[in-house]
C-alpha cells in the first residue's frame, strides 16, 4: 500500500477535461465544432438554410453523439453573434440559452470582430457587408475559447450583431 503525505497531496495538480462546443452558424456555412477533452478537434460544416436552422439541435446532437458526448458533458458553449445572418444568430444564440437553462452549460457570445484590431468605421463597413470580414482575420474555431479568455468575452451575456 502506497500513502501520500499530506504535502504530496497538495502538489498534485489537478487536470479538469473541459469539452466545448463552438457554434457559427452567421454565414453561408453553419460550422459546429467541439473540442473534447482540451485537446481533440472535430468540426462539422452544414450548407445554412431555413431547413438546416429548423434541425440546428439535431446537428448538434448528431455531433455530439459521434463524439460521444451528451449535452451534459459540455463544459462550455462559444457561439457567434455575429454580425450575418439574422435567423443564424437568432436560433444558435436560443439553442445555447436552452442549454445553459436546462444543463446549466456557461456560454459566451463572441464576434470574429472582438478579436481583431480595426478601425470602428471599418468594423461598421463589415457589420454591412460580412463578405469584408474573411479579409481581415484567419482565426481558427479551435482558437476561440483562448481568445475569449485573452479577450475577456464575459460568460453568459448576449450582446447580438445582426448584419445592418
Known amino acids: 500500500m502506497i500513502l501520500f503525505s499530506s504535502d504530496l497531496q497538495s502538489n498534485i495538480i489537478k487536470i479538469k477535461i473541459m469539452n466545448d462546443l463552438i457554434i457559427d452558424a452567421t454565414s453561408d456555412l453553419i460550422f459546429l465544432t467541439i473540442i473534447k477533452n482540451n485537446k481533440n478537434i472535430y468540426t462539422r460544416k452544414h450548407q445554412n438554410s431555413k431547413n438546416n436552422f429548423d434541425k440546428l439541435v439535431l446537428l448538434i446532437g448528431v455531433l455530439l453523439k459521434k463524439n460521444n458526448?451528451?449535452?451534459r458533458d459540455l463544459n462550455?458553449?462559444?457561439v457567434n453573434r455575429g454580425p450575418g445572418s439574422f435567423a443564424g444568430v437568432r436560433n444558435?444564440?436560443?439553442i445555447t440559452k436552452g442549454f445553459h437553462l436546462?444543463?446549466?452549460i456557461d456560454y459566451?457570445?463572441?464576434s470574429f470582430l472582438d478579436f481583431i484590431k480595426l478601425k470602428k468605421s471599418l468594423k461598421n463597413r463589415i457589420s454591412k457587408d460580412l463578405t469584408l470580414l474573411s479579409k481581415f482575420h484567419n482565426i481558427k474555431y479551435e482558437e476561440?475559447?483562448?481568445l475569449c479568455s485573452k479577450y475577456k468575452i464575459k460568460k453568459n451575456l448576449i450582446k447580438v450583431?445582426?448584419?445592418s
Do not use: V
Open 69 to 71: 458526448l451528451l449535452i
Open 76 to 78: 462550455r458553449i462559444y
Open 92 to 94: 444558435s444564440i436560443s
Open 102 to 104: 436546462s444543463e446549466n
Open 108 to 110: 459566451y457570445c463572441f
Open 144 to 146: 476561440i475559447p483562448g
Open 161 to 163: 450583431l445582426y448584419l
